[in-house]
C-alpha cells in the first residue's frame, strides 16, 4: 500500500520561498509518477507539477510560471516541490499524489491512485 506524507507548508511573506516534502512508503516502483495538486479556499483542486520516478522528465503548470520546481530523491523515498517568490495566491493546501503506469505524465486529478493529506501553504501580503 503506497502511503504519501507531505510536509514543509507554513506560513510566510509574499516574495518568500518554502519548499515541500512528500515522502513515499509502501513500494514506489520505476513505473510510477509522482505529482502536486493543490487547492485554493473555494476552488477546485488544480495541478501544479508532475515528475517520473524514474528518470528526469518533467511537466509543470503555466499558472506557476517557472516559479516552482519539482524535483524527487530515489535514495530517500521523497519528492520536493520548491516554490520561490510565493504570492498571496499560491495559498491553499498542496497535496502530493502517485500514479503507476508508464505513459506520459498526467495534470488530471483523476489519474492519480494515491494522495497524502495534504499541507497548508499559506502567503501574506
Known amino acids: 500500500q503506497v502511503q504519501l506524507v507531505e510536509s514543509g507548508g507554513e506560513l510566510v511573506q509574499a516574495g518568500g520561498s518554502l519548499r515541500l516534502s512528500c515522502a513515499a512508503s509502501?513500494?514506489?516502483?520505476?513505473?510510477?509518477?509522482l505529482a502536486w495538486f493543490r487547492r485554493a479556499p473555494g476552488k477546485e483542486r488544480k495541478f501544479v507539477a508532475a515528475?517520473?520516478?524514474?528518470?528526469?522528465?518533467?511537466l509543470q503548470s503555466a499558472s506557476i510560471e517557472g516559479r516552482f520546481t519539482i524535483s524527487r530523491l530515489r535514495a530517500k523515498n521523497t519528492v520536493y516541490l520548491q516554490m520561490n517568490n510565493l504570492r498571496p495566491e499560491d495559498t491553499a493546501v498542496y497535496y502530493c499524489?502517485?500514479?503507476?503506469?508508464?505513459?506520459?505524465?498526467?495534470?488530471?486529478?483523476?489519474?492519480?491512485?494515491?494522495w497524502g493529506q495534504g499541507t497548508q501553504v499559506t502567503i501574506s501580503s
Open positions: 499524489a502517485a500514479r503507476s503506469g508508464s505513459g506520459p505524465l498526467s495534470r488530471v486529478a483523476s489519474s492519480y491512485d494515491h
Open positions: 509502501g513500494g514506489i516502483f520505476s513505473a510510477y509518477s
Open positions: 515528475i517520473v520516478w524514474d528518470g528526469d522528465t518533467t
